[in-house]
């Protein structure tokens, strides 16, 4: 599953964009994609439980708040390949700055030989990378199709009731597979903290070890068998 957002305050633009981003997403390839099309910005603040991860956008930067709009979309999805849309009274240090990260740029006025041009390329860089760089990405199979979870949005797995879930922010998707299969495929990141569980070191705030517990980033808390706890004394953040 790839996940898209994408917001313009112009009605009839957005509808274009749609419709654009539709025809070259079917000719990029077989994946299944979640859309959101939007001209209401609030919508996109509250998409965030159903789109824990976002792959894909296109956002309006135009008029007031414009440039803190796109921040706040980089501070939720720091992984996003985000396309902007701008116009010729804007400067380009408006948007091309770290904490907007645009990879793409639709500079009004839009014609539709340059809608058509910018998206086609947009999407297939995104699709062609995405393709070359399975390694960093778990895949998630079900009745709806494919969901490619990248390795660092994970925070942990957990064995429960005969399946594998997986924890990616405040979302859970589970799968068919054992935790030990996981334990011996997973990168390095990946820690077996006990029978049940796996978690990513990168998301461990600090760690209890007199309680047997590990504090993530996110507030969730996973159990520390004693087994394992030799190996988790040396990172950092560890106190008893």
């Known amino acids: 599953m790839i996940y898209s957002i994408n917001f313009d305050g112009q009605k009839e633009e957005l509808n274009r964009i749609e419709h654009t981003m539709h025809d070259e997403a079917a000719l990029a390839g077989d994946d299944e994609w979640k859309w959101l099309f939007t001209s209401d910005f609030g919508k996109v603040l509250e998409a965030e439980d159903a789109f824990p991860v976002l792959d894909i956008s296109c956002l309006d930067i135009t008029g007031e708040g414009g440039t803190k709009r796109a921040e706040e979309v980089r501070s939720r999805y720091r992984e996003s390949a985000i396309m902007v849309i701008a116009d010729s009274k804007m400067s380009p240090l408006e948007y091309l700055k770290p904490s907007i990260q645009a990879s793409s740029l639709l500079l ?6 340059m809608m058509k041009k910018t998206i086609h390329d947009f999407i297939h860089a995104f699709t062609d990378a995405r393709s070359g760089d399975a390694g960093t990405e778990y895949v998630v199979e079900t009745r709806e199709g494919k969901t490619f979870l990248p390795i660092q949005k994970i925070t942990y797995f957990e064995a429960r009731q005969k399946k594998i879930y997986i924890r990616v922010g405040a979302r859970e998707y589970d799968t068919y597979d054992t935790i030990d299969r996981l334990a011996e495929k997973l990168p390095d990141q990946f820690m077996r903290c006990h029978r049940s569980f796996i978690v990513n070191r990168k998301m461990i705030d600090y760690i209890r070890l007199s309680e047997n517990r590990i504090f993530l980033r996110d507030g969730s808390v ?19």
Do not use: D
């Open 222 to 240: 996973i159990p520390l068998s004693r087994s394992y706890r030799f190996a988790f004394k040396s990172l950092r953040g560890s106190s008893y």
């Open 108 to 113: 009004r006025p839009v014609t539709e030989e």
